[in-house]
């Protein structure tokens, strides 16, 4: 067995102190002398076309510098991901409440905010969309000129009603999940300013600063070398900072004031404007024989991705790749809309579509083997996907596959071994306790017929350092320990000595982007390429120094040692470099590899590398409320190699808690295109008190080769499958099957009492 000295430890995070203290400042904290304040005067109407726009009592306001409107966008007016439909400032229609209108940039944030009630606009209001399926009709009003369904996927492997008649029995339901919001701590905001260079600096909390850089050249109509982007560190990010949120305004305004500006959306506003985890319908028909063995799935999804498209195709898409679990099932038809509404706007979330259809298929599979009278555990393993399997898209499972791992180690937990015994404990006769189990893939990177890529630059210092440049940010999921402890372990190094630069479009190569929980698998595959460059020119040079051949040399701590014990240390190496102008640097580079097959019209359909997971729930139902309460929990995980430990498990538990808050409580209520939940007053989120009292975390390392040290991702599948665990364990408590979430109070003191499942 291979033995490491950084690779799989329980190590410090590089920016830990900084921001346990308080020490760190979030690019939302920066301020310049001379700083404007930006604000965003938003719809009044989720559907409306725009008459006019007055802006001149706005401008004589005392302290306000400049209102800006389409008419001051000097290049496209308009963003997005895969589709630029998005108005910088709207010119014709609104299609969202948080539609942006025009802009304030004022001496003063009060002046600003005064400002925006100067602003007139003059509306004539449309048909509001509200309602995905019915606007997939003919005679529904259109959001977007070209209809109202944004994608289609469609997906035929094996024959579906060959594998019907086969089938002893065959589960029909409609399945129905919420709108989540990522409520990271920094709400979007950040600051534009002129260097002394003439660059125009955007920092902005955002999780891929090269694709930012673009899209803002794009506006401004200006070459993309001419601006700055730095996006971290960031307050959080889950998948709402993947797109653009203000970039292209708060830079439009410092474009145009030539003053440092800095715009910050309130928490309502952030609620109103950003994105959120796209709420599905979810039909499944799903055929078993009488052994539990699947052999038959239909299954039709509904996505509803509001006013514009943002990343709803891809986010559809994978929903589709994992609505039949990680399963084998040889006759498919799957079916995915992606559509327009007046609701907001949905994009990526950790997890991206996969937790939407993992409670469907996972729900399910309960309802069936209920039936059949079947082991949770031992259904599962009957079916779950081998290396090797054909899967239900019809690509072969070349990469590692660890589910069967991962079931085995969770049917060994406590909460599994002990369930009966816990289940009895209840403080009170009024309340019950059930425990449910589910399971779950997590296709990592972006997928074939993606450009996927990365890049990373290391570098040794005068000073004795090693510079690791990479452009995937940090945005709290802990990617740059994980960088500063591969480069360690492949350096032979002291991880002190490793100083990771990252999410700056002037200061580290583009790397992608930090989601599809790729960050870690291809930041980590670059940073070793690098090293695998620049070490033996690193040697060469210190054998040079000292006399000797190169084959005998190491690197050790922060000297490069000869087996005589004669050496060097890294600042004198490095300070040679320089004084001869050698290099002391080297780039690397990684291109993700791809599935044997592509879906025709999916983009990233299928993925080659897979994280898989299984987690328990240990629940207590209060029958008089219909409160429900996580009492404990277990996740085991395959994510490949650990790289770091402490890391991973903390991972693994903060998914577990955000899984947890969208079987149970969170969601943005809309109605007829205005937003009710509008600040966290409403909008409930798991805090220290909801918690389960233990959480049980098994790491199961099933290597893949391609991954890093046999790494592969982790971030979003560890919040996928508790939810369906959570509603499973409800029903095994008191015997209500919710095929709706979240399992609010209300929803399951309305099945205690046989009632319709409402809001």
């Given at each position: ?79 997005g ?35 925006l ?5 003059e ?6 969309v ?27 492997h ?117 994105w ?14 009488r ?148 399971i ?5 990177g ?99 120094m ?12 922060n ?11 890294l ?49 207590e139902?209060?029958t ?16 490949g ?16 808690v ?47 080769e ?36 979240p ?17």
């Amino acid at each position: 067995m291979t033995e490491f000295k950084w690779v799989g430890k329980v190590v410090p995070r590089v920016d830990g102190v900084e921001k346990a203290t308080g020490r760190l400042r979030y690019l939302t904290d920066v301020g310049l002398p001379g700083l404007l304040h930006g604000r965003i005067k938003r719809s009044q109407y989720p559907h409306a076309l725009i008459k006019g726009i007055d802006t001149s009592r706005a401008e004589a306001l005392p302290g306000v510098v400049k209102v800006l409107t389409h008419k001051d966008v000097p290049g496209v007016n308009g963003f997005g991901i895969i589709v630029p439909d998005q108005p910088v400032f709207c010119r014709e229609k609104v299609r969202y409440i948080g539609d942006a209108v025009a802009g304030v940039v004022a001496e003063d944030p009060a002046v600003a905010e005064a400002a925006l009630d100067l602003i007139e606009v003059e509306y004539e209001p449309q048909p509001v969309v509200d309602d995905a399926e019915k606007a997939m009709t003919s005679d529904s009003p259109r959001v977007h000129e070209k209809g109202n369904i944004h994608q289609e996927v469609h997906v035929r492997h094996g024959d579906v009603e060959a594998g019907f008649a086969q089938a002893d029995l065959i589960i029909e339901n409609v399945y129905k999940t919420p709108r989540q919001m990522h409520t990271f701590l920094e709400t979007e905001g950040g600051l534009a300013f002129y260097d002394e260079e003439g660059l125009l600096n955007v920092w902005v909390g955002s999780q891929y600063p090269q694709r930012d850089q673009l899209q803002i050249a794009r506006v401004l109509g200006l070459n993309p070398r001419k601006i700055r982007v730095v996006s971290s560190p960031t307050g959080g990010g889950f998948g709402g900072k993947d797109e653009i949120t203000i970039q292209t305004q708060l830079a439009l305004m410092a474009f145009v004031t030539k003053r440092p500006v800095k715009l910050w959306l309130s928490r309502e506003e952030s609620v109103i404007s950003g994105w959120k985890r796209h709420p599905m319908t979810l039909y499944y028909r799903t055929g078993f024989k009488r052994d539990g063995s699947l052999v038959a799935n239909e299954i039709k999804i509904i996505g509803d991705t509001g006013a514009y498209a943002s990343l709803g195709g891809p986010v559809v898409s994978l929903a589709v790749e994992s609505s039949c679990g990680p399963y084998r099932i040889p006759h498919v038809k799957i079916d995915g809309f992606c559509v327009y509404t007046n609701n907001g706007v949905a994009g990526a979330f950790r997890g991206f579509g996969v937790p939407q259809s993992t409670f469907a298929m996972e729900t399910q599979l309960e309802i069936a083997r209920e039936k059949l009278v079947l082991d949770p555990i031992e259904i599962r393993k009957k079916n779950v996907l081998r290396r090797g399997d054909i899967a239900p898209l019809g690509h072969t499972m070349t990469a590692s596959v660890g589910i069967l791992n991962t079931l085995e180690r969770a049917e060994k937990s406590d909460l599994w071994c002990q369930r009966e015994k816990l289940k009895s404990q209840t403080p009170f006769p009024w309340k019950k306790r059930g425990v449910g189990v589910a399971i779950a893939l997590q296709g990592t990177g972006l997928g074939v017929g993606i450009p996927d890529y990365g890049a990373a630059i290391v570098e040794l210092t005068e000073e004795g350092q090693f510079i690791v440049r990479i452009g995937s940010p940090e945005i709290g999921q802990g990617n740059m320990t994980a960088y500063a402890i591969t480069a360690a372990e492949a350096l032979g190094c002291d991880l002190a000595l490793i100083k990771v630069v990252t999410g700056d479009t002037r200061n580290s190569p583009d790397s992608g982007t930090s989601t599809a929980s790729r960050s870690a698998y291809t930041g980590g595959n670059a940073i070793l390429d690098a090293v695998a460059k620049l070490k033996p020119k690193l040697l060469a040079v210190a054998g040079e120094m000292l006399g000797v051949d190169r084959a005998g040399l190491r690197l050790a701590g922060n000297r490069i040692v000869s087996p005589q014990g004669r050496g060097i240390t890294l600042a004198e190496l490095g300070r040679y470099l320089r004084e001869k102008g050698l290099e002391a640097g080297a780039r690397g580079n990684f291109v993700w590899p791809t599935a044997d097959v592509q879906i025709p019209g999916a983009e990233g359909l299928p993925h080659l590398v897979y994280t898989y997971v299984t987690q328990m729930a240990l629940v207590e139902v209060d029958t008089l409320t219909g409160k429900v309460e996580l009492r404990e929990a277990a996740t085991a995980l395959d994510a490949g190699r650990v790289l770091n430990r402490q890391g991973l498990e903390g991972q693994a538990e903060g998914g577990m808690v955000m899984g947890a808050g969208y079987a149970l409580m969170e969601d943005i209520i809309i109605e007829k295109g205005y937003f009710k939940t509008m600040n966290l007053s409403t909008y409930i989120i798991p805090t220290s008190l909801d918690l389960p009292e233990r959480h049980q975390v098994e790491l199961v390392e099933v290597l893949e080769e391609s991954g890093p040290y046999g790494a592969k991702g982790a971030g979003e599948a560890v919040m996928v499958p508790i939810s369906p665990a959570i509603t499973s364990a409800i029903h095994d408590a008191v015997g209500v099957r919710l095929k709706e979430m979240p399992a609010a109070a209300e929803r399951v003191y309305q099945g205690l009492r046989g009632e319709e499942h409402g809001q």
